[in-house]
């Protein structure tokens, strides 16, 4: 079994700034990507963005593209989630999933709130 932990969430102004990162642990599990998706209140969970765990490769929804940045710590099995240049249509519950050959896996959330 994987357990996902986030953290980073809070309430930021509109152009503001917030890193969210998420840490897996478990026994005996093979990581082939991790990223994030979003539930923006009243929508549906949408992707926001993936890193494929060996080579690297960055993936983002045409939303974030520029502005929120991923990347991740192999050693440490963590994820992370810069973002940058917030704006109030990023306000959403933060979810960060783990694949692996078998399974995905998902963290509790994190809220993340942005003011105009």
């Known amino acids: 079994q994987v357990q996902l932990v986030e953290s980073g969430g809070g309430l930021v102004q509109a152009g503001g700034s917030l890193r969210l990162s998420c840490a897996a642990s478990?026994?005996?599990?093979?990581?082939?990507?991790m990223g994030w998706f979003r539930r923006p209140p009243g929508k549906e969970r949408e992707f926001v963005a993936g890193?494929?765990?060996?080579?690297?490769?960055?993936y983002y929804a045409d939303s974030v593209k520029g502005r929120f940045s991923i990347s991740r710590d192999n050693a440490k099995n963590t994820v992370y989630l810069q973002m940058n240049s917030l704006k109030p249509e990023d306000t959403a519950v933060y979810y960060c999933f783990l694949v692996t050959t078998y399974n995905t896996y998902w963290g509790q959330g994190t809220q993340v709130t942005v003011s105009s």
């Open positions: 478990g026994r005996s599990f093979s990581i082939v990507g």
């Open positions: 890193i494929n765990w060996s080579a690297g490769n960055t």
